[in-house]
DNA sequence: TAGTGGTCTAGACCACGGC
DNA sequence: CCGTGGTCTAGACCACTAG
């Protein structure tokens, strides 16, 4: 026997292919399986529920096991640093701060954050290089009571990128990608045009008890997001 | 006690937060570790590997277990139907088939694919409505061999999108997102001007032995990609 | 080669939620 | 109510790999 929690991964997934699980239809039971396949009910338990985290299967407590009628499979995206994204691509990553300042915080930004109008943040403005090519321009605003040392990060030397997610790992946030014409400022950062259909990120990232950092990130022209499924 | 895999993992993540397990340090092993929090080892097992999967931590057998100097996170972006998209939206989806023919395989989707010229392949353009306004366009290719029926999907009655959901499910594909000026031709299905930056998704997706279909998806200006993390 | 994580087992109890 | 998945346990063996 040997059977492993792949193996019955890999024949579950067989009959959902072949059918002889249809869509919509219920699966049999967890102890069943284990009984048919020659294996104990955890080894299903573990290969199923990693069918039902991929999105082939959805289970609930008493009503059984189904296979999900339209599979919603779901992609990961890596958030690397952007150092590595660029030295990924086999170039050779640089930065350079362009301001670093507190200025008053924008209405929008302290919204996204949530933050009152008084909350001490720090703004800075960064490009990254990639062979000494503009990649991206980041505009970013850090909350300084969630992360006081910001203040003094030596950001000449890390990006501020790195400088956080080394010393401020966050709990969760949002990601939102959208196509945008590169303003005038992304343009002279840039080096393109204005107006050119660009890639903008804008991420906003929330430690255990406050919001961490807001950042919109424009990508120069022919940046691509990839992802696996 | 009563501790489940869920209370470790939240003590784990505590100790990694707190930095009482500094970035890049090697932490107790799991045995050590049950012992110390009176639970199996399985169960300490379940915690550290869920954190690891997250990014956390980095396993290694005889190497132990070590917190990710500087974690990578991973969002999952789930990839829905594109009227469940719409209708998430709170809005009416609808569809139209712009044409469906058998042209000739042009070599950029043949190498997509891996396919030769001669591959049947049936092309199918379509537009997608949100309450009766244009939300993207659709030029799709579909491998015959690997789905025959496809030939008479009644896509006047359900979309090119959903058929294939429902009737190919598949192995694995790659995604690609970028922002890109909009085609004379995109312009005038999405009621844009040309050149407008608009967000295109790149999909081609593969079943167990064969490709299965090539689809450039233009979205109209506005489009967002949202990620949780 | 020894230590670590990866996995399987057999059994048990529990929580949820259709019925 | 009671069947189902969710989880814990104690023990065991295995696979990998750093030292």
């Given at each position: 026997?040997?059977?492993?929690?792949?193996?019955?991964?890999?024949?579950?997934?067989?009959?959902?292919?072949?059918?002889?699980?249809?869509?919509?239809?219920?699966?049999?039971?967890?102890?069943?399986?284990?009984?048919?396949?020659?294996?104990?009910?955890?080894?299903?338990?573990?290969?199923?529920?990693?069918?039902?985290?991929?999105?082939?299967?959805?289970?609930?407590?008493?009503?059984?096991?189904?296979?999900?009628?339209?599979?919603?499979?779901?992609?990961?995206?890596a958030?690397p640093l952007?150092r590595k994204e660029i030295e990924n691509r086999g170039q050779?990553a640089?930065?350079?701060?362009?301001?670093?300042?507190?200025?008053?915080?924008?209405?929008?930004?302290?919204?996204?954050?949530?933050?009152?109008?008084?909350?001490?943040?720090?703004?800075?403005?960064?490009?990254?290089?990639?062979?000494?090519?503009?990649?991206?321009?980041?505009?970013?605003?850090?909350?300084?009571?969630?992360?006081?040392?910001?203040?003094?990060?030596?950001?000449?030397?890390?990006?501020?990128?790195?400088?956080?997610?080394?010393?401020?790992?966050?709990?969760?946030?949002?990601?939102?990608?959208?196509?945008?014409?590169?303003?005038?400022?992304?343009?002279?950062?840039?080096?393109?045009?204005?107006?050119?259909?660009?890639?903008?990120?804008?991420?906003?990232?929330?430690?255990?008890?406050?919001?961490?950092?807001?950042?919109?990130?424009?990508?120069?022209?022919?940046?691509?997001?990839?992802?696996?499924?």
């Open positions: 026997m040997a059977l492993g929690w792949q193996d019955v991964q890999a024949e579950a997934l067989r009959r959902i292919r072949s059918r002889e699980w249809a869509p919509g239809e219920q699966i049999p039971n967890e102890a069943d399986l284990a009984r048919e396949l020659g294996c104990a009910r955890a080894t299903v338990n573990r290969a199923l529920r990693a069918l039902a985290e991929a999105g082939w299967l959805e289970r609930r407590r008493r009503a059984g096991t189904r296979v999900a009628p339209a599979p919603l499979r779901r992609a990961q995206v958030i952007i050779t640089s930065h350079a701060v362009i301001d670093r300042n507190r200025p008053p915080l924008p209405p929008p930004i302290r919204a996204a954050l949530g933050l009152p109008a008084t909350a001490p943040v720090e703004r800075v403005r960064t490009l990254y290089l990639a062979d000494g090519r503009p990649f991206a321009c980041e505009d970013r605003w850090v909350h300084l009571a969630a992360v006081p040392d910001f203040a003094d990060a030596p950001l000449d030397r890390i990006d501020p990128n790195e400088w956080l997610v080394r010393n401020a790992p966050f709990d969760h946030g949002t990601l939102d990608y959208c196509a945008a014409p590169a303003t005038a400022e992304d343009a002279r950062h840039l080096s393109c045009e204005t107006g050119a259909a660009i890639m903008v990120l804008t991420r906003t990232t929330f430690g255990p008890a406050a919001p961490v950092t807001h950042v919109r990130l424009a990508y120069a022209p022919g940046y691509h997001l990839r992802l696996e499924i």
